[in-house]
């Protein structure tokens, strides 16, 4: 018999993407309710580039939480050609950074104030290496002749691997990983190089995007590959290796700004994300490493102490609104077989 209930550890979000402003007090309960922490994304406009923007923006953050809420932001620093090292290692000495952010330039959203070129940014990188922290990495090329399926493969062998050949103690968190050679990189590198995977890649691939019309809600970046990249990140995501763990991406947009000419990139999954996530560990005869993937590997990674307390998983029927405050969640309309109870 399958078990009706599934408790583990308080569980974290390594990736999220909370926005600001009337966004920022929509989104922030969802991911309070079901995360205890999470790393937050500084791709705001303008950017977190600095430690005194950090500060303002998690007191931003906790205000608008709800009364209740037990939750701490952990807050990134949104790395620029001109990031300045000292202040990087002041905020994360202060507790202010526990991790910095490369965009490379124009990736994503909001990221034109990114990298131009990782050279650029070594006297940082290398600050980061004697100090263990951790760089969180958009892994694509943005060189407009590499096809947009192929930025994060070219990525690998273009950026990451030679970095982390002349760095090899940097430690570095491949967020959102999207293909089988990602995988294989992380598998292959030291203990120092982890990867986030998301919940949308771990049930979506291309064809969901773009067959039957084009279907902008399932749009996010980077963009969902072939299915057999989907089936090399549910075997990782399921392994219980140490190197995968928990990172939603969760990035809302209005219906309006996905459904448009320019519709953006991402996707929001903060409401359900562990009933995603279940669905697919269930589906994979792995619900014996759910616990590993949600709450254990990503702060040891970080070289942070595991949560106390516990949340417990149901098996009943959650349905997914169709929409929830003018935003289109993950799996709208569809039902999951488990509740965060």
């Known amino acids: 018999m399958p078990p009706e209930t599934l408790t583990i550890r308080r569980p974290d979000d390594w990736h999220v993407h909370l926005r600001d402003g009337d966004m920022l007090r929509a989104v922030v309960p969802y991911t309070a309710r079901q995360f205890a922490r999470a790393i937050v994304m500084p791709n705001l406009s303008p950017p977190v580039i600095d430690t005194a923007a950090a500060d303002a923006y998690r007191k931003r953050i906790v205000a608008a939480l709800p009364e209740s809420a037990d939750f701490t932001p952990l807050m990134t620093c949104y790395l620029t050609d001109i990031s300045d090292p000292a202040d990087l290692a002041r905020g994360f000495k202060e507790s202010v950074f526990t991790a910095a952010k490369l965009y490379p330039a124009n990736a994503t ?16 990188l290398d600050r980061m290496a004697d100090l263990g922290m951790v760089l969180c990495v958009h892994g694509e090329v943005t060189d407009p002749e ?79 590959k072939r299915e057999k990249h ?7 995501a399921t392994s219980g290796s140490p190197k995968f763990f928990l990172g939603t991406d969760s990035a809302p947009h209005t219906r309006e700004a996905k459904e448009s000419a320019c519709g953006c990139a991402g996707i929001f999954n903060a409401p359900f994300a562990l009933e995603s996530y279940l669905t697919v560990f269930e589906a994979e005869g792995a619900l014996d490493k759910f616990a590993g993937f949600a709450s254990e590997h990503g702060p040891r990674f970080y070289g942070l102490p595991l949560n106390e307390g516990t949340v417990t998983l149901v098996r009943e029927p959650s349905e997914v609104p169709s929409e929830i405050g003018g935003v289109v969640p993950f799996h709208a309309g569809e039902m999951l077989d488990w509740k965060l109870a």
């Not at 989907?230 to 990782?236: D, G, H, I, P, S």
């Open 109 to 124: 959203t909001n990221s034109a104030h990114g990298v131009t070129d990782i050279a650029r940014i070594r006297n940082v």
């Open 146 to 224: 590499v096809d947009v399926f192929d930025r994060e493969a070219v990525f690998i062998d273009r950026v990451l691997a030679p970095l982390l050949r002349e760095l090899p103690e940097l430690k570095v968190a491949f967020e959102h990983v999207t293909t089988e050679q990602a995988v294989q990189f992380v598998e292959s590198s030291g203990s120092n190089v982890a990867a986030t995977i998301t919940p949308q890649h771990l049930h979506l691939n291309r064809n969901a995007m773009l067959v039957g019309g084009i279907r902008p809600h399932a749009y996010c970046l980077p963009v969902a």
């Open 230 to 236: 989907r089936q090399a990140l549910r075997k990782a």
